[in-house]
Structures are given as C-alpha cells and as structure tokens.
Nanobody
Framework: QVQLVESGGDLVRPGGSLRVSCTAS????????MGWYRQAPGKERELVAD???????MYADSVKGRFTIYRDNAKNTVYLQMNSLKPEDTAVYYC??????????????WGQGTQVTVSS
C-alpha cells in the first residue's frame, strides 16, 4: 500500500501561480508512474500530467506550456507547478501512484485530493 498526502491547494486569481505537492509513504523511485489528475464539479476525473521513474513526462493538451510536473526522490515528493492559471483549472487535484508487478498487474493508489480554485 502506498499512502499519498497532497498539499498546496488554494484560491488563486486568474493568471496566478500555485504549486501542489504529493508526498508518498515510500521511496517514489519504486513507483513506476506518479501523476496528477483533477476533477471539476460535474465532470469526470482527467489526467493532468504524469512522470515516470525514468523521468519521462506527459501533459494534457490543456495544460501544456503552463504546468510542470517534477519529482524530488530524496523527499519522496512529486510537485505540480501551475502557472498562468485559468478559471477552468478549478478542480480537486488528486495525486496518483501507479505500480506494475513483474506479472503485468497494475495497482493504483490515490491521495485525498486538494482543492484548487481560480477566481477573481
């Protein structure tokens, strides 16, 4: 079991910046992929960005050029730096940890979520 604790959600004005953090209960180098998802009211949860333990990154089209995901293995923490925030970025942001076994099984672990609100 991987436990994830998010922090950093806040109310921010359009155009502003915010960084959210996700700290894992184990060495994140052992986790194949760590990602950030978000869910806005009335919408499905969507992938925002993820990063593999090899350092490869992927971003949703809606956040490319504005958001950056990065990891600090020494702190077992993954960050999502969000710049040029828009009202449509408002959502609960969830941290995800994905592990694959040698048998091809996939295990997903989730944090409790942190609220990001972009509003003037």
């Amino acid at each position: 079991q991987v436990q994830l604790v998010e922090s950093g959600g806040d109310l921010v004005r359009p155009g502003g910046s915010l960084r959210v953090s996700c700290t894992a209960s184990e060495n994140i180098f052992s986790i194949n992929v760590m990602g950030w998802y978000r869910q806005a009211p009335g919408k499905e949860r969507e992938l925002v960005a993820d990063i593999t333990n090899g350092g490869s990154r992927m971003y949703a089209d809606s956040v490319k050029g504005r958001f950056t995901i990065y990891r600090d293995n020494a702190k077992n923490t993954v960050y999502l730096q969000m710049n040029s925030l828009k009202p449509e970025d408002t959502a609960v942001y969830y941290c995800n940890a994905r592990k694959y076994t040698e048998y091809g099984e996939q295990y997903d672990y989730w944090g409790q979520g942190t609220q990001v609100t972009v509003s003037s």
